[in-house]
């Protein structure tokens, strides 16, 4: 079984439209993340959610809006999609918050906005 | 959040032992060093982490420096499979950040 997965992989679409990604984990972890990996293959994270809260918010875009319905999903709704958008988009999970907690990521899901 | 600095590429003959510098000179008495690697696009793969100690696991070695401003990871046996960008990641104590930064890209030669 695949330990945190994402849906799509990959997602092709054109500005303006609004989409949505989901992601998965099956670990019982507490605490669940999107990050961003741009073109220039820096990853930066967005969002933290730990037990369905909002922790951490990047200075993303309104447009971005991460939902938690429980503590197995975090899935990421984008309004109004721009160019700048596209880029791979990574799930990722850890059991909480401590420093000693390592991250699990998902696979990837690879936007392109034409 | 301490930065880290890394070397951008570095070359390592199949077979031969892979030592990847990191610079945190900047870091905190609790704050964690963690190791990652990404092979092409997918996603970033655990390898090994510490906070004072040396740490070995199946994958690799990591030695921190005593004043624990550096630190080297050890693949004692470089394969192919093994090409990859790692990441040096310097964990917080607060504020739940996993900052990634450049990343040094390793390519393992035959």
């Known amino acids: 079984d695949t330990a945190v997965s994402q849906t799509p992989k990959y997602l092709v679409t054109q500005m303006g439209n609004d989409k949505s990604i989901k992601c998965e984990q099956n670990l019982g972890h507490d605490t669940m993340y999107w990050y961003k990996q741009d073109s220039k293959k820096f990853l930066k994270i967005m969002f933290s959610?730990?037990?369905?809260?909002?922790?951490i918010n990047e200075t993303v875009p309104n447009r971005f809006s991460p939902k938690s319905p429980d503590k197995a999903h975090l899935n990421l709704h984008i309004n109004s999609l721009e160019l700048g958008d596209s880029a791979v988009y990574f799930c990722?999970?850890?059991?909480?918050?401590?420093?000693?907690?390592?991250?699990?990521f998902g696979s990837g899901t690879q936007l392109s906005v034409l | 959040d301490a930065k880290t600095t890394q070397p951008p590429s570095m070359d390592c003959a199949e077979g031969r032992a892979a030592n990847l510098p990191c610079n945190h000179s900047?870091?905190?008495?609790?704050?964690?060093v963690y190791w990652y690697r990404q092979i092409h696009s997918q996603g970033p793969q655990y390898i090994i982490h510490g906070l004072k100690n040396n740490e070995t696991n199946e994958m690799a070695s990591l030695i921190i420096t005593e004043d624990r401003k550096s630190s080297t990871l050890i693949l004692p046996h470089a394969t192919l499979r093994d090409t990859a960008v790692y990441y040096c990641?310097?964990?917080?104590?607060?504020?739940?950040?996993?900052?990634f930064g450049t990343g040094t890209s390793l390519t393992v030669i035959p």
């Open positions: 990722a999970s850890s059991q909480g918050v401590l420093p000693s907690e390592k991250l699990f």
């Open positions: 959610y730990n037990n369905k809260e909002l922790i």
């Open positions: 990641i310097v964990r917080a104590m607060t504020g739940n950040q996993f900052y």
């Open positions: 900047t870091i905190s008495g609790n704050e964690y």
